[in-house]
């Protein structure tokens, strides 16, 4: 997708799409894909074993980062458009790091997968390292986890059948990577939008999870998860429970992290989301960075408009 604007577009004459669309980020998206399954451990194993792959994440991602991009732009030419147009550039915020965590959250299970988690877990250090500070730097290396040493020279194939594979694999990460707003590869999935799509953007926005609610499916699932853990010797489906739970557990986390608060129970809400997360200790630990990546950003929403509640000067 290019950002490059147009000399004679404004967002005061954009063509607006005037179909509301249903907008799903990619954390909530996950939701859909829980199974109905005869008992809990059973409908989160299946869950874990049908996640999504991470190239389609980064690719979203990235669109949406650019379409911030070019409402930065246009706005700059336009200032009087602020108002109209804040709660687009707060739905893509939303949608850009819903993406951006769930690319870390979920487990790599492909070459491809392994190469997108790479590709951004290096970007995220790269601007901490430009633009953060020593804690920042620390917490997006903790978020990150341990990536691989930079490769090898790249060596060339030699035979058809090698180029004919690399060339395929580029072909694949190059076009994930450029999804265009309006594919829709499944009815209700995830997709990337565009500011044209600036109605849509503004319902998504407008019509916040209920943190509470989430808050308490998450306590259900880390009580499974607790009980499966305390265990003598889990079997193979209570281990994928264990992974399907905690992604889950902290897809559902990282919202509540995200969205700001809009109320005192929402503020009530996000204090007691960030208590039990600094209380895991049995948790990974860069499932408790990601929250506070996702905890930092939902604040930076907050702070822009005084219709919204910042936890740290409450909490």
């Known amino acids: 997708m ?34 109905i399954a005869p008992s809990a451990t059973e409908s989160l194993a299946i869950f874990r074993n049908q996640l999504p792959g991470l190239l389609a994440l980064r690719g979203r991602g990235q669109a949406h980062t650019e379409q911030v991009r070019r ?46 988690r790479e590709q951004f877990g290096r970007d995220l250090l790269r601007h901490a390292r430009r633009n953060g500070d020593g804690e920042d730097i620390a917490l997006a290396r903790r978020a990150v986890g341990d990536l691989p040493r930079r490769p090898a020279p ?12 690399m060339i395929e694999t580029m072909a694949r990460r190059v076009g994930a990577l450029q999804p265009k707003p309006g594919d829709e590869i499944e009815p209700g999935a995830p997709r990337a939008w565009a500011l044209e799509q600036a109605d849509s953007l503004k319902a998504y926005f407008a019509a916040a999870p209920d943190l509470a609610d989430l808050l308490d499916g998450v306590h259900h699932l880390l009580a499974l998860i607790d009980d499966l853990r305390r265990g003598d010797r889990p079997t193979g489906m209570e281990d ?30 996000k204090i007691a989301a960030r208590d039990l997360v600094r209380a895991r200790d049995a948790d990974p630990d860069r499932l408790g960075a990601l929250w506070e990546i996702a905890f930092g950003q939902g604040e930076t929403v907050a702070g822009q408009s005084n219709r919204f509640l910042n936890i740290d000067e409450i909490g």
């Open 2 to 35: 290019n950002t490059a604007i147009r000399r004679d577009e404004l967002l005061s004459t954009i063509a607006l799409d005037t179909t509301l669309h249903h907008v799903i980020d990619d954390l909530a998206g996950l939701e859909r894909l829980v199974p």
């Open 71 to 116: 409402l930065i732009l246009l706005l700059a030419l336009e200032k009087g458009q602020v108002e109209r147009w804040i709660d687009v550039a707060n739905a893509l915020s939303i949608l850009t790091n819903a993406s951006n965590l769930a690319l870390l959250l979920l487990p790599a299970r492909s070459e491809d997968d392994a190469w997108a």
């Open 154 to 165: 790249l060596t060339l194939p030699t035979t058809t059948e090698a180029v004919a594979e």
């Open 240 to 269: 994928a429970t264990i992974e399907g739970g905690l992604v889950l557990a902290y897809a559902r986390l990282i919202r509540i992290a995200l969205w700001p608060a809009r109320n005192a129970a929402d503020v009530a809400t």
